[in-house]
C-alpha cells in the first residue's frame, strides 16, 4: 500500500494518534545500534500527518505549485497505486518515453511517446505509469 493508503485505513480505525508522544533520540553512531534499538527508535517515531478523508482527493494549487510561479514541471512518479483525483489547476502530461495508463471519468486510454494530454481543472482523473516510462 502506499503511504495515502495507510494513513487513511489508520485514520478510519482510530489508530493515529492526536497528540505528539515522546520523541526518540538518535545515538550517536547509528551504525552500532542493535536491531531492538533500531526497531525500538523507529516504534517511537513521530511523524505528523494529516490523511485525506476525502474519496476523491482535491489537491490545491498551493501545494504542488511554488507561490510566484505560473508553472511548475515534476516528473510524475512511477509505480504508484491508482488513485482517481482532482485539482483546482490545468495538467499537461507530455509521455516523454514508454507508455502510461491514463483514466479520465470512466475512460481509461494508453498513451504513449509523443502524447500529449491536456486535463482541465476540476477534471476527475488519473495517470498510472507500471515500469520505467518517463511523464513530465
Known sequence: MQ???ISHILC??????SCRP????FP???ES???????????EWYIPLTPHMDHVPVVEESRIIPEQRDVFIIRHPRY???EAHEHNY???NFIVSGTCRFVFEDEVR???QGNVCIIGPSSRHDLVIDDESTVF
Open 3 to 5: 503511504f495515502t493508503e
Open 80 to 82: 504508484t497505486r491508482p
Open 33 to 43: 545500534m542493535t536491531d531492538d534499538e533500531f526497531n525500538r527508535l523507529i516504534d
Open 90 to 92: 490545468f495538467e499537461i
Open 22 to 25: 515522546g520523541t526518540a533520540s
Open 28 to 30: 550517536e553512531n547509528l
Open 110 to 112: 494508453t498513451l504513449s
Open 12 to 17: 478510519k480505525k482510530g489508530q493515529l494518534l
